[in-house]
């Protein structure tokens, strides 16, 4: 049954999530970048002119996934360069979310600030379910970025996930290291897969292996999340994450924003109501209805955060 969940949670993506409408205001298609071992989109605003600029990873759809391409469009449309990077799952990547070096996150991070038309003194980052994981480690160790914005998020590192067999390594390296990483609460009875997290977040020693140092980081933190969530417990992983930068006294603003009829589902730009599946529940948690609500009250916050974060009133 654990190989089953494992497989089930590499498929359970945020690309099974409901096509958000394309953005209308990117004048310029996005550039595929192959250079250097990366593999990402880059995409432009039409506006001309240094632009602030963000990070964007995807979640474990791996690759270059249609909900991650639909984010970094709608954020190119606000006025952002967006690097949307792939991270294993393209051609020439690993092909399992496990033991992937954060320098893939890092590297990226430092062409982007050097590239033209960039402002490399304002840059942040957004990921969504691992991504977002992968973004909070990545902005517990950068202190360059100004704000970090996570979508349905994890307060720990997870082990990898593999649709061929059972994980028992960090999803994430350093110095070709593991990261450490909370084992899943596997109890030996099959309860589904958001019990693997929950079961393991419930025992505090089992939870503190892997809980991401976020006090460390020296950005704005956003996070989203869906209080039905049925892929892990996103919300009370963001309050722990909170409570967290609260017990450190944490001087960068924090947000959480929870939605009580959304799931894993609940971030991203509004989502286009004829794309939405007959019925009233989301395949990850909520509700139709409570994740396009979610969607539509929470992106327009995020734009704001990532507007005062990158966007000092001098430069509007």
Known sequence: MLLTALALAAVLAPDAAPTSTPASAVAIAPQHIREGGMIA????????????????????????????????????????????????????????????????????????????????????????????????????????????????????????????????????????KPVPFTPYGWTGEWRGIHALYADALADPAKASLGAIPAERARAAIVMVCGEADGLWPSCPMARAVETRLQAANYRYPVTVLAYPDAGHAAFGPPVDPATQPAGTAAPLGGSVAGNRAARIDGWPKVLAALDAALTPATVR
Do not use: C, M
């Open 41 to 176: 989109d880059l995409y432009r605003p039409a506006r001309a002119g240094r632009a602030p600029a963000i990070l964007l990873l995807g979640g474990s759809e791996g690759g270059l996934g249609k909900a991650a391409a639909n984010q970094a469009a709608a954020l190119a449309a606000h006025g952002y360069v967006v690097l949307q990077l792939s991270y294993f799952g393209s051609p020439g990547q690993p092909a399992a979310l496990k033991s992937i070096p954060i320098e893939t996150f890092t590297r990226a991070l430092d062409w982007l600030k050097a590239q033209p038309g960039v402002a490399g003194d304002r840059i942040g980052i957004v990921g969504t379910s691992k991504g977002a994981e992968a973004a909070l480690l990545v902005a517990s160790r950068r202190t360059d970025l100004k704000i970090a914005v996570l979508g349905v998020p994890s307060s720990v590192v997870w082990p990898g996930i593999d649709r061929d067999g059972i994980v028992t390594e960090s999803s994430w390296t350093e110095g070709a």
